[in-house]
């Protein structure tokens, strides 16, 4: 009869894309005397996705890429102070304070005093543990789980860790793509969440329509009371 | 009454350290010009060890301090080709084959009939699951826990999940400092399998006596009779 409450990490409880998007914006800076920011742009998106298999998602992946990219557009003329700029950029980001999304606080402790929760997100392992232990907010989270991937068997293995059925695991996030859909194919619930901002490779077309079990909404405040209409559902 | 038994994997179940120092070969041999290996060595290991909070374990860690060693040793001389090098050689770590350690395939097999079998290890996440796939052993592992630190908070927690008090895991790996130690502190057992090349960050002193939890021995053939004598005598 137990019941779980996933949450995406980044962009669904702290920022993460805007941090991403000031530093793009000094690497696009750095590479401008050599190409236009659509080439930039197209041009690093292109190394992420190559380099996702074998590096995997974060910071320390992206500072790779980053230097992989700019060596390629400048045709080996970047200088050593250069690429040491983009280390830095890369330092300055998994350094970064946590910024809380609006309502975040106050929703997980209005929901933590009844539900178990649990947080399940891609990325560095350590970075994310970091991440949590800034936010404050680790205590109302019975575990966290970090991911190399977010799709089908990755929930189904967390689901069987803490022993819940799919129909009783509702996920709260800001991705389609990583959060709704896999989660939707198990036969959980998604409450989609969106960020005003989102990675490329991130994402995807609409779900599809799963009555009763897809809740779209503008904001997290909003997921209690969805919480309590999706229980009530299925007594 | 359960019993656990965790193994550490890099240069426990496969071959790592051997990895790693021939990649550094080629590392110092790109610096050579610049500096002589003893300088080399002493100036990445210490880019890595003021890097370790904010990188964690991991080829993406390594390389990103490999290129600004590489930076600080050249004062900034060191061509972008170079420097392409250096993330060529991380992706070709990550890429690398797996190769199994002489034994192990034979002791986990014999083990895993009869005992629940786990993998502990650090490092970044996505490389760890790609490398156990790889080896062939996964169906041999209850779980596999990739942490990012490898210290007594660490190992509570990994045991509270499992639910198996501290008296009943006994812990196989190749570092006293991270596989040994702090499972000891616990009221663990641990049995120290030595591999011929140990990381510097890695190291500590001889492990206190801790009679009948503590086993040192030459080869992972000799777990299965550790094993065996040391549920022995604890019924």
Not at 17 to 23: G, K, L, M, S
Not at 167 to 195: C, Q, T, W
């Amino acid at each position: 009869m137990s019941y779980l409450i996933g949450f995406d990490a980044d962009d669904t409880l702290w920022h993460n894309e805007t941090i991403f998007a000031r530093v793009h914006e000094r690497y696009r800076a750095l590479l401008a005397s050599h190409h236009d920011a659509a080439t930039v742009d197209r041009t690093l998106l292109a190394t992420e996705r190559r380099n996702l298999e074998l590096y995997g998602y974060g910071v320390k992946a992206y500072t790779l890429s980053a230097i992989e990219t700019a060596i390629e557009l400048t045709s080996g003329k970047i200088s050593a102070a250069e690429i040491r700029q983009l280390i830095q950029l890369g330092q300055e980001m998994l350094a970064h304070p946590v910024e809380l999304l609006d309502g975040v606080t106050e929703t997980l402790a209005s929901l933590a005093g009844n539900h178990r929760l649990i947080v399940i997100t891609k990325g560095d392992l350590r970075d994310q543990e970091r991440k949590l232990e800034k936010s404050g907010l680790k205590s109302h989270f019975h575990a966290v789980e970090v991911v190399s991937e977010k799709d089908e068997g990755t929930y189904a293995a967390v689901l069987r860790r803490h022993g819940v059925a799919p129909e009783r695991f509702l996920m709260v996030g800001n991705s389609v793509k990583s959060d709704i859909l896999p989660v939707l194919a198990l036969g959980g619930a998604g409450v989609h969440v969106p960020y005003h901002l989102q990675w490329e490779l991130d994402h995807a077309e609409a779900p599809p329509a799963a009555a009763g079990r897809f809740f779209p909404v503008e904001h997290i405040r909003a997921v209690p009371s969805i919480v309590t209409q999706w229980m009530a559902a299925r007594r």
